[in-house]
């Protein structure tokens, strides 16, 4: 198993670009959540997924749109990339038991200009 | 949304040192994860805790389950420069409204390993 795969790996865009982020996992797992990681930031949820077609707000939502039209797949959108969403971004999948466990992807690293 | 206070914010120690480090929150959490974030990778999970009092060990660290509920602490013996990294708690809400699918993240304690 792949696990949980993101890509691309980098990115640069210039201010106003769009672009979309691809999260997919092999391990038949429910929910799935997208993260930002910012320096003395932590972990900062930007939306998240309860099952298939089934999204939700986190923490840091503006400017970002998701789709989940597949169980193994989460897509992130930034319709018009912003200079402020320059970092890193996790997707992380869990399985819908009782396993709290979140396993993440090997993160995107997006520089907006 | 609700913290986690999660201390030291960085640690400089020698190989061979033990380390401590600990969250702390003001609410009541069901569960508590140790994760490990190594340079230029995703967190990876190394220790989950589930019972109020519960000591667990993997290798060289352990963490437990504050009798309280509103913290966490991670141990790691004899450190080597591979343990260098970004360690982060995180914590489930025990009144989470039904979310009991997120996780609230502590900012990560970042640790130097020096050989």
């Known amino acids: 198993n792949a696990g949980v795969t993101q890509t691309p790996k980098f990115r640069v865009l210039k201010t106003g670009q769009s672009m979309t982020l691809l999260c997919a996992q092999d391990?038949?797992?429910?929910?799935m959540y997208w993260y930002r990681q910012d320096p003395g930031m932590g972990l900062r949820l930007i939306h998240y997924?309860?099952?298939?077609?089934?999204?939700a707000k986190g923490e840091v939502p503006d400017g970002y749109n998701v789709s989940k039209k597949k169980k193994q797949n989460f897509l992130l959108g930034l319709e018009s990339a912003a200079p402020s969403q320059t970092s890193v971004y996790f997707c992380?999948?869990?399985?819908?038991?009782?396993?709290?466990?979140?396993?993440f992807g090997p993160g995107t690293r997006l520089l907006v200009l | 949304g609700q913290q986690l206070n999660q201390s030291p914010q960085s640690m400089f120690i020698q190989e061979g040192e033990d380390v401590s480090m600990n969250c702390t929150s003001s609410?009541?959490?069901?569960?508590w994860l140790w994760y490990k974030q190594d340079p230029g990778e995703g967190p990876v999970l190394l220790i989950a805790?589930?019972?109020?009092?519960e000591l667990t060990s993997n290798g060289r660290l352990t963490a437990q389950f504050g009798i309280t509920r509103k913290d966490s602490f991670l141990n790691i013996s004899a450190s080597i420069p591979s343990d260098v990294g970004i360690y982060f708690c995180?914590?489930?809400?025990?009144?989470?409204?039904?979310?009991?699918?997120?996780?609230?993240f502590g900012k990560g304690t970042l640790l130097t390993v020096n050989p």
């Open positions: 992380a999948s869990k399985n819908g038991g009782s396993d709290k466990t979140q396993y």
């Open positions: 391990m038949n797992h429910e929910y």
């Open positions: 997924s309860v099952g298939e077609g089934t999204t």
């Open positions: 609410s009541i959490f069901n569960t």
């Open positions: 805790l589930y019972k109020a009092g």
């Open positions: 995180a914590g489930q809400l025990k009144n989470s409204g039904g979310s009991n699918y997120k996780l609230t």
